[in-house]
């Protein structure tokens, strides 16, 4: 199968990966009904042809975009789907997202299309402008009236009152070390909710190795869903923290502190393997 830019760009070119993004997000256990997948692999391509130019990611052709990166995001709906449900049961109508460090979009925009209609809302978290610009075109494109783009960075953003506290879920895919990667999340997420981390093969590990520095930002590991992508066989995890305590207002500590004195890391380099 032709691969790159020219093969986003031919008429019907993409199109051609609907079966396949259905079935694997199917294998998955990921239900994705028509137009879902439409806007899906529209986005794809919005991704595909626009990342060099924006330095989205190096993964660019149509099979490498819907595998390693369509699939691998929807995947994130076997942790979110719990708390969408839970949210409808309680009578609480719908609920809000937040995705920190969404870089590209990953797992942002795929989690937004299955949340469309729900009556949740989504906050993307994207500090640098070239990226966050790419991110509003991709709103404006895919009709996306429940997702705003929040160009600041995460430490900002946990800090601000206006969203601290204030999302029933975070999610974070391939931003850093895990003790990083909390302390970006779990001050955003409200008591009762929770964050899901995407992670490779030593999710269960890793969150063995950070449970404390959860428990210092006012988390709980509940659980670790293990899986392999069907197209490659990548290991991959979800780890889900609850949040079950307020986070202390000392965090997130101020910008860049985080990824320089990861809490729990004796020394920077401990954590350097975490990353997805």
Not at 150 to 179: H, K, L, T, Y
Not at 190 to 218: D, F, I, S, T
Not at 255 to 273: D, F, H, K, Y
Request: net charge positive; aromatic share 6%; glycine share 14%.
């Amino acid at each position: 199968m032709s691969g790159g830019r020219g093969a986003w760009a031919e008429p019907g070119g993409w199109g051609e990966w609907l079966p396949a993004l259905v079935s694997e997000a199917g294998k998955l256990g990921v239900g994705l009904d028509a137009n879902q997948a439409r806007l899906l692999l529209e986005y794809g391509r919005l991704l595909g042809t626009e990342a060099r130019m924006a330095g989205l990611t190096a993964v660019v052709d149509p099979e490498g975009v819907v595998h390693k990166h369509l699939v691998d995001s929807v995947a994130g709906w076997r942790a979110l789907a719990r708390e969408v449900r839970a949210r409808h049961e309680s009578g609480g109508g719908g609920g809000s997202l937040v995705d920190v460090g969404s870089g590209g979009g990953l797992p942002g925009i795929p989690l937004a299309i299955l949340l469309r209609g729900l009556g949740w809302r989504v906050a993307l978290v994207e500090a640098t402008g070239k990226k966050a610009d790419f991110l509003r075109r991709c709103v404006a494109r895919l009709s996306l009236s429940h997702v705003e783009v929040i160009s600041r960075r995460a430490e900002e953003v946990g800090r601000n009152d206006a969203w601290r506290q204030s999302f029933d879920a975070a999610v974070a895919r391939a931003v850093g070390p895990m003790p990083v990667v909390l302390e970006y999340c779990l001050p955003l997420v409200r008591l009762g909710g929770c964050a899901v981390l995407y992670r490779g093969p030593r999710g269960r590990e890793e969150a063995k190795e950070w449970q404390n520095a959860a428990e210092r930002l006012g988390g709980r590991l509940e659980g670790v869903d293990e899986f392999v992508l069907p197209s490659g066989g990548e290991g991959r995890s979800l780890v889900v923290f609850r949040k079950t305590q307020e986070t202390p207002q000392e965090f997130p500590r101020r910008a860049g502190v985080p990824q320089r004195r990861p809490l729990g890391c004796a020394r920077a380099w401990r954590c350097s393997a975490a990353t997805v």
